[in-house]
């Protein structure tokens, strides 16, 4: 959620901090701050201008001091204290010399807080983290070094955190730890760095190693050492990062969120390709799970969060259709609560485009401590969730910087129902013919959205004429509902709306009584099996008073007379017609968002990654 940055040995100290909070902004950005240090000195700075903090902080480092070679910084995204300057980190001990930043939560904080202050300590912070500079400044003045302070604190915590630690009076030296919150370390000749993630230190770090749950890091110019919580040597493991610094830059956009719907054809044959060997087999190099554990399932539940999970159920349709497995999907922040079973032979699936969010993380450990095999679905090489799954498929969006997700979801669809083939080819459920069918079909996805990215204009010409609109109920049946489900997610994040999806069939259930003048209703009618069912409900919503905006294929001829505004998309196989008719409701969401002047790359109380339970 908070993103965070630390260097030692550099010449630009400061200039490296405000680099890296910039491209860190879209994990959190209620406020922000640096700390510099060196000997017998610490300089701070921190702001609260909510998604401005990091462009306030630049300004007030304008006079920072200058001859620092080491420093931490943060962006923050408020879980315990208001986003206040005084909340921001890095924190202070009491001495003024100990800084820390964090991201994650201390559990226990309030206890550890009453105890700290029985003893002395004064808070100048409601945040959890402050105690952990105050349990540091305690064990250094009994002796410890950094490292081992911040090693001996850290058994008194519990909860989730990526620290990193600095001390006046142990100049040139970072501590940082992980459990949970992901972290990095990077390295380049006489600077080391550290950062919650790559992009951070991307271009300035030339090697770059993933730390562990309960993994310490001593930091120094000439490099960085790894102990365990008990003091035992570890190595941390070397990460392959094949981005430049290109990747996350705008690259000619407006903003991060256009360039990556319009990198979606991309995202999908990336994804596809390389997946069939000679003999036809589908094959994914990175899934370290043999066929016969994979003909071995006898049932698949898929956990995930927001958009990832609006994929998972596409895939629920795609694996039961195919390979004729019973599919379950779960909210991944239920799953664990709701003591689930776990039979032999169940198969489990998180599909996380950071694979960092901390509810599907928790999920696939509760799965697997009930004995399920794990795939995770992630496009973060090596991300924690690809680490701790039994198997991983990575998805090849590139980097997704927008915090509203979108060329991740085609791509997780591809992934997924690439998946979903293979086990109908292991099960023998469809035929090798029938197989190179779908297969041809997926293959031809990327220039369908292309297609449809071509017919931006006649979206934007729709949402002129509807930004006086505040109340919108997307609707879908089949694979139309998850497409439903997300173009609602994209709508009401970056417009601000109301904005609701359901079963087209669930509508006269409930829902159909705040239809009335004024209500847009978006119905996804591409699926030629459901046609007459959805024009029914379309019918229905017309009945009483609503503005119908229908996604239909460019063959359908009946689809005009129903509806007020037409999206065409072209038609595929109703199975890939979500990777293919969530475009137009992107489109549709992101220019709505810009005609009401929202910012689409950073929408309001919203972070790019979830870190927190
Ligand atoms: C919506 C969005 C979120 C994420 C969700 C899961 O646009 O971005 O709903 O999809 O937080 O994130 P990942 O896929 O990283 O686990």
């Known amino acids: 959620m908070c993103g965070i940055i630390g260097v030692v040995g550099s010449t630009d100290t400061l200039a490296?901090?405000?680099?890296?909070?910039?491209?860190?902004?879209?994990?959190?950005?209620?406020?922000?701050?640096?700390?510099?240090?060196?000997?017998?000195?610490?300089?701070?700075?921190?702001?609260?201008?909510?998604?401005?903090?990091?462009?306030?902080?630049?300004?007030?480092?304008?006079?920072?001091?200058?001859?620092?070679?080491?420093?931490?910084?943060?962006?923050?995204?408020?879980?315990h204290g208001a986003p206040e300057a005084e909340n921001a980190h890095p924190h202070l001990d009491c001495s003024g010399h100990v800084a820390i930043i964090h991201n994650g939560i201390i559990e226990n904080h309030t206890e550890l807080r009453e105890e700290l202050r029985e003893r002395g300590h004064v808070f100048t912070s409601v945040t959890d983290t402050e105690v952990v500079a105050h349990l540091v400044e305690e064990l250094r003045a009994s002796g410890f070094d950094l490292l081992d302070a911040v090693r001996h604190a850290l058994a008194r915590v519990r909860g989730a955190f990526a620290i990193a630690v600095m001390d006046a009076t142990e100049p040139d030296v970072i501590v940082a730890a992980r459990r949970i919150s992901p972290l990095v370390v990077g390295t380049?000749?006489?600077?080391?760095?550290?950062?919650?993630?790559?992009?951070?230190?991307?271009?300035?770090?030339?090697?770059?190693?993933?730390?562990?749950?309960?993994?310490?890091?001593?930091?120094?110019?000439?490099?960085?050492?790894a102990v365990d919580l008990e003091g035992a040597p570890v190595r941390l493991r070397q990460l392959q990062i094949d981005w430049d610094l290109e990747t996350a830059e705008k690259g000619g956009f407006d903003d991060f969120m256009s360039k990556e719907i319009a990198e979606q054809p991309a995202a999908v044959r990336a994804t596809l390709l390389d997946r069939r060997h000679r003999d036809g087999a589908i094959v994914f190099d990175e899934l370290r799970i043999s066929d016969q554990e994979l003909l071995d399932v006898q049932r698949v539940v898929l956990v995930a969060c927001g958009t990832s999970l609006h994929a998972a159920h596409v895939a629920k349709y795609a694996i039961?259709?195919?390979?004729?497995?019973?599919?379950?999907?779960?909210?991944?922040?239920?799953?664990?609560?709701?003591?689930?079973?776990?039979?032999?032979?169940?198969?489990?699936?998180?599909?996380?485009?950071?694979?960092?969010?901390?509810?599907?993380?928790?999920?696939?450990?509760?799965?697997?401590?009930?004995?399920?095999r794990v795939v995770a679905i992630s496009?973060?090489?090596?991300?924690?969730?690809?680490?701790?799954?039994?198997?991983?498929?990575?998805?090849?969006?590139?980097?997704?910087?927008?915090?509203?997700?979108?060329?991740?979801?085609?791509?997780?669809?591809?992934?997924?129902?690439?998946?979903?083939?293979?086990?109908?080819?292991?099960?023998?459920?469809?035929?090798?013919?029938?197989?190179?069918?779908?297969?041809?079909?997926?293959?031809?996805?990327?220039?369908?959205?292309?297609?449809?990215?071509?017919?931006?204009d006649d979206v934007d010409a729709v949402a002129r004429q509807l930004l006086d609109a505040r109340d919108y109920f997307f609707i879908g049946r089949h694979v139309g509902y998850p497409t439903a489900l997300e173009g609602a997610l994209k709508l009401k994040e970056i417009t601000?709306?109301?904005?609701?999806?359901?079963a087209a069939g669930e509508l006269k259930h409930g829902p159909l009584a705040l239809i009335e003048p004024g209500v847009i209703v978006v119905a996804v009618t591409t699926d030629p099996l459901m046609h007459e069912k959805i024009l029914s409900n379309v019918a229905e919503v017309k009945a009483r008073g609503a503005t119908v905006i229908a996604v239909a294929t460019d063959e359908d001829g009946r689809i005009d007379a129903v509806a007020d505004f037409v999206l065409r998309v072209p038609a595929s196989d109703p199975m890939f017609s979500p990777m293919i008719d969530i475009v137009p409701l992107q489109l549709l969401a992101y220019s709505l968002a810009r005609g009401l002047g929202r910012n689409v790359d950073r929408p309001r109380n919203l972070a790019k990654t979830v870190t927190v339970e």
């Open 379 to 456: 496009n973060i090489v090596d991300s924690s969730l690809a680490r701790e799954a039994d198997a991983v498929i990575y998805t090849r969006a590139g980097l997704e910087v927008s915090v509203a997700s979108t060329k991740a979801f085609v791509a997780q669809v591809a992934a997924l129902e690439l998946l979903a083939l293979r086990l109908a080819q292991l099960r023998k459920t469809l035929t090798p013919e029938e197989i190179e069918r779908y297969v041809a079909g997926l293959n031809e996805v990327p220039d369908h959205v292309a297609t449809v990215l071509d017919r931006r």
């Open 320 to 372: 039961e259709r195919w390979s004729r497995l019973s599919v379950e999907v779960d909210i991944a922040s239920e799953y664990r609560y709701r003591d689930p079973i776990v039979e032999i032979g169940t198969l489990v699936i998180g599909v996380s485009q950071s694979g960092e969010t901390i509810d599907t993380i928790q999920a696939i450990r509760e799965a697997q401590r009930r004995g399920a």
């Open 16 to 79: 490296t901090l405000l680099q890296g909070l910039q491209r860190l902004e879209y994990r959190g950005y209620d406020s922000a701050g640096v700390a510099l240090v060196r000997a017998g000195h610490t300089w701070r700075a921190r702001t609260a201008e909510g998604t401005e903090s990091v462009a306030a902080l630049r300004r007030e480092c304008a006079d920072a001091p200058e001859g620092y070679r080491s420093g931490i910084g943060h962006t923050r995204w408020a879980t």
């Open 496 to 502: 601000y709306l109301h904005a609701e999806g359901y």
């Open 188 to 225: 380049s000749p006489g600077v080391t760095y550290v950062a919650s993630d790559v992009p951070a230190i991307l271009g300035r770090s030339t090697a770059f190693y993933a730390v562990n749950d309960d993994e310490i890091v001593r930091l120094g110019p000439e490099g960085f050492r």
